[in-house]
């Protein structure tokens, strides 16, 4: 599973880039060049990510648009919507009892904002019955 999210990018009046999200009306940003837009695209929908989570809004899963150009967030967020996307219904409670470990500690792993490390996710990803895949992806992926 990736946490990245589509967009689309064209050219405006004013020959910068505009980059939208169809999944967040909310959300867009835009660069001098298409370099930067992109750049600038992971940050807002970070930021984007991590202001619902703190409204309690919903976050879709992403959508899968295969010839829109996908956006990563920040990989703090990525790991945070991993267990909350892979839990599926499952209650923290019962994921903390199988790691070992407390309900504030699964939760914190849920939340957006806290790093949870590696060893956690590796071990998390394989109560789910999943593995955990760690990889340098190239900035832009169409």
């Known amino acids: 599973m990736k946490i990245w999210y589509p967009c689309n990018i064209e050219k405006d009046r004013d020959e910068k880039y505009l980059v939208t999200f169809p999944d967040f009306p909310e ?12 750049f600038n695209a992971s940050e807002a929908l970070t930021l984007t990510l991590e202001g619902r989570a703190e409204e309690n809004m919903l976050i879709p899963f992403p959508s899968q648009i295969e010839t829109a ?7 703090r967020v990525q790991a945070a919507l991993l267990v909350r996307f ?12 199988s790691l ?7 939760s914190h792993m849920e939340d957006l904002q806290h790093w949870t490390t590696l060893r956690q996710l590796e071990k998390t990803a394989a109560i789910l019955g999943k593995r955990l895949v ?3 992806e190239e900035n832009r992926v169409k």
Not at 100 to 106: D, E, H, I, R
């Open 27 to 38: 959300t867009f940003t835009e660069g001098e060049t298409e370099e930067e837009a992109l």
């Open 69 to 75: 150009t996908m956006i990563y967030p920040s990989s």
């Open 86 to 97: 892979s839990r599926k219904g499952r209650k923290i409670a019962d994921l903390a009892r």
């Open 100 to 106: 070992g470990t407390s309900w504030p500690v699964v």
């Open 134 to 136: 760690v990889s340098f």
